[in-house]
T-cell receptor, first 111, second 113 residues
Framework: DGGITQSPKYLFRKEGQNVTLSCEQN?????MYWYRQDPGQGLRLIYY???????QKGDIAEGYSVSREKKESFPLTVTSAQKNPTAFYLC??????????FGDGTRLSIL | EDQVTQSPEALRLQEGESSSLNCSYT??????LFWYRQDPGKGPEFLFT???AGEEKEKERLKATLTKKESFLHITAPKPEDSATYLC??????????????FGQGTILTVHP
């Protein structure tokens, strides 16, 4: 089945640790996105990429980093500089002028 | 600054009791307005895209409409399985065709049997 796969489903981070969230899509979409969702605040854009080897900061990029080495993959690293990383992280992809489709998310918590 | 506001924050209905959810927006130019459904612990599921004022889209018990300042998601004779958070998002005109989306905070719908 075509879709977006996020892993792991749950992730725990220790103080000072970087963690990487995986996002893979087999929809052959050009664009990929990372959002953060906090209770009562809707989705906020962290980073997005419209083409391989290129990406742009979203509204809340501080403390996060991404790479786009392959069309199918857009991993997100939550660095130790992100002081409030506990949230539900959602990855999405889309084609030109088409709606974004989402994976089932990764829930990140602090140990 | 572009803003998207959804109301109410939460809505409790009895099965069969029709109602509407509101999404008001202030953007400099609208490329499209999107409705999504999100179940607990899951990613948003795409429902509708609306592009211009006066446009309407329907799917089963759901009907989305668009004016120049707001969109409504009408739910006719809802069932308990319609319980979810409904998210509204807008994409601005201009820029590339892979527009960034600005999301509202969502409306939590609960339908009681």
């Amino acid at each position: 089945d075509g879709g977006i796969t996020q892993s792991p489903k749950y992730l725990f981070r220790k103080e000072g640790q970087n963690v990487t969230l995986s996002c893979e899509q087999n929809l052959n979409h050009d664009a990929m996105y990372w959002y953060r969702q906090d209770p009562g605040q809707g989705l906020r854009l962290i980073y997005y990429s419209q083409i391989v080897n290129d990406f742009q900061k979203g509204d809340i990029a501080e403390g996060y980093s991404v790479s786009r080495e392959k069309k199918e993959s857009f991993p997100l690293t939550v660095t130790s500089a992100q002081k409030n990383p506990t949230a539900f992280y959602l990855c999405a992809s889309s084609d030109s002028n088409q709606p974004q489709h989402f994976g089932d998310g990764t829930r990140l918590s602090i140990l | 600054e572009d803003q998207v506001t959804q109301s109410p924050e939460a809505l409790r209905l009895q099965e069969g009791e029709s109602s509407s959810l509101n999404c008001s927006y202030t953007v400099s130019g609208l490329r499209g307005l999107f409705w999504y459904r999100q179940d607990p612990g899951k990613g948003p599921e795409f429902l509708f895209t609306l592009y211009s004022a006066g446009e309407e889209k329907e799917k089963e018990r759901l009907k989305a409409t668009l004016t120049k300042k707001e969109s409504f998601l009408h739910i006719t004779a809802p069932k308990p399985e319609d319980s979810a958070t409904y998210l509204c998002a807008v994409a601005m005109a201009g820029g590339t065709s892979y527009g960034k989306l600005t999301f509202g905070q969502g409306t939590i719908l609960t339908v009681h049997p």
